[in-house]
């Protein structure tokens, strides 16, 4: 069974009945904050729900619906959110990486693994066992043998003859040599976007718990700009939680 | 924690300012020095290579060149899209390093200019 946590009118989850008392735990989830299943009519505190089941059968007629347009002000501030020590992801708009990414497209779109690389080390800021990173770096460095190949190639044609026209490198010298950098780029590339997508996982379903889920297939096909949309919304989430509605990213 | 959040952004600020004026100012000598139309060592594009289409970038390197050198019409020949978008770049740049944060765009106007670099794309494909 899967239930949905509430705090100060926001809801997050779902999450199972172990997660929370994971999250119960290590603090990231509050005895007051209000839990609810699908099967459940009434919002019920966590406290209450993790109870053993002879203590659970008690009445919790008095913890009714909670009123999200006037959430009660006495209510805890998120721990996870308002105070959280962890700073914000960075927050470019995922239609300007898409935008930067494309104009660097004669680059071998170069701004999205530069990009992605960013998003790594904030992500080794606030997890320090992170390790994408080096996944990038490495994208990185074959871009520039990529590219050094490339313009040997386009030499080696021009001493030959009067003019290379562009693309004639792809059918001239160290074809096979580019082919294979190429889909190393391609494989480290899937490998660094899995490897980011789970540690995103682990961190906003943990330490900051929002309930963050992100797609496998769309990992696949948009990467760093589907990563990038979520960590927006996630931020405007906690300026939200900051300085309340009228927030915005 | 936002003064933290602001704070690391600062320092990323000043990192990417670090960084940028040096790189500029490299670009900036490589491209006089050695304009792309006459020196083969530039990167080529990969997309154009491997497929032969023109990508919304293809053309920004020689359209940066020429306008170094003061050749705004030639710029324009080679990437109208860049040439159009370099002062608003420049802009956001500017606004970003004095605030020490991103800034905020409307969502409207973001998506305006990714329909007008597709459309961009399309075109040139097709002239």
């Not at chain 1, 040599?177 to 490998?191: E, N």
């Not at chain 2, 770049?89 to 007008?116: D, E, H, Q, S």
Request: charged letters at 10%; hydrophobic letters at 50%.
């Amino acid at each position: 069974m899967h239930y949905q946590v509430s705090r100060n009118g926001q809801t997050y989850g779902p999450y199972t009945i172990e997660d929370l008392q994971r999250y119960l735990a290590s603090g990231n989830v509050l005895p007051t904050d209000l839990a609810k299943s699908e099967e459940m009519t009434e919002w019920v505190p966590v406290s209450v729900l993790l109870q053993p089941p002879a203590e659970a059968a008690a009445p919790v007629s008095e913890f009714a619906t909670p009123s999200f347009a006037n959430p009660d002000p006495a209510y805890p501030q998120p721990v996870a959110m308002a105070a959280s020590p962890y700073p914000d992801a960075p927050n470019l708009h995922w239609g300007l990486v898409v935008l930067f990414s494309v104009l660097t497209c004669c680059f071998a779109m170069i701004f999205m693994p530069v990009w992605n690389l960013i998003i790594c080390l904030w992500l080794k800021r606030v997890q320090p066992n992170a390790t994408a990173a080096i996944y990038y770096v490495a994208v990185l460095v074959l871009l520039v043998l990529y590219f050094v190949v490339g313009g040997a190639a386009t030499l080696a044609i021009l001493s030959h003859s009067s003019g290379a026209p562009f693309g004639a490198a792809r059918y001239g010298p160290y074809f096979g040599l580019r082919l294979v950098v190429l889909l190393a780029i391609w494989v480290l590339r899937l490998v660094g976007r899995y490897t980011e997508r789970a540690l995103l996982l682990e961190h906003f379903n943990t330490v900051e718990p929002v309930g963050l889920t992100l797609d496998p297939v769309m990992t696949f096909f948009f990467g760093g700009v589907y990563f990038q949309y979520h960590l927006n919304r996630i931020n405007a989430l906690k300026q939200t939680q900051r300085f309340g509605a009228g927030a915005r990213y | 924690m936002q003064g933290t959040s602001i704070v690391i952004e600062r320092r990323c600020a000043a990192l990417a300012l670090a960084t940028a004026v040096p790189g500029a100012a490299a670009m900036i000598w490589l491209l006089r020095s050695f304009p792309p139309e006459r020196y083969a060592f530039y990167p080529r594009c990969p997309v154009y290579e491997w497929t032969g289409l023109l990508c919304p970038g293809c053309g920004a390197t020689r359209a940066l060149a020429a306008l170094l050198h003061g050749h705004l019409a030639e710029a324009w020949r080679f990437n109208g899209l860049f040439v159009a978008l370099l002062p608003l770049l420049f802009i956001y740049a500017v606004v970003a390093y004095r605030r020490g944060r991103l800034p905020v765009l409307p969502n409207a106007g973001i998506a305006a200019v990714l329909l007008v670099a597709a459309v961009f794309t399309v075109v040139r494909n097709l002239v």
